[in-house]
C-alpha cells in the first residue's frame, strides 16, 4: 500500500477518535467527500478543519463542503507532517499494527480488515497521551472506573 492508495479519514484532533475514512486506489476527490460528509452527518460539523494540501482536500467540490457547513479550512505548510502529526500517528499505528502484518489478496479484503482496524483503533486501543483511555472514551467523555 502506496501512500497514493493510503486511507484518507476525518478524525477528532482532541480525542484522535476516526470519525470516517475511505480507502481508494486513485487520487479521485469523491472518496474524500463521502468521508466528509459521512463525519458531518454522524458527528456534525467542527469548527475548523486541518488537512494537509493534497489535490482532494483543495479542491473547489471539497472545500464548497466544508464552506456550506461554516467549517473554517485549515492548511499543513507544504512539507510540514508535524501540522498533522495526529494523522501522521494514526497512518504510522495503521502500517505497522495492521497493513505490514498482513497480505490482503482484494482491495475488499483490505477494505474489510482495514474497517476491523478502525474499530479497534476506536474502541480498544489505549493512547498514553489520552491517559490510557481510547479514543471513543475520551471523545464520548467516558471514564474508567477501578472495580
Known sequence: MTDRNAPKYAIDWYSRKVLAWRL??????????????????????????????????????????????????????????????????LWRSLKYEEVYLKAYTTPREAELEIGHYMVFYNEERNHQGLNDLTPDEAYFGRQRYAA
Not at 467527500?33 to 467542527?46: F, K, N, R, V
Not at 478543519?49 to 456550506?68: K, V
Not at 461554516?70 to 495526529?86: A, E, L, Q, Y
Request: hydrophobic share 35%.
Open 24 to 89: 481508494s486506489n486513485t487520487m479521485d476527490t469523491s472518496f474524500c467527500i463521502e468521508a466528509l460528509e459521512d463525519a458531518l452527518q454522524h458527528y456534525g460539523p467542527p469548527d475548523i478543519f486541518n488537512s494537509d494540501q493534497g489535490s482532494q482536500f483543495t479542491s473547489a467540490e471539497f472545500t464548497q463542503r466544508l464552506i456550506d457547513h461554516d467549517v473554517r479550512i485549515s492548511m499543513d505548510g507544504k512539507g510540514r507532517w508535524v501540522d498533522n502529526v495526529f494523522i501522521e500517528r
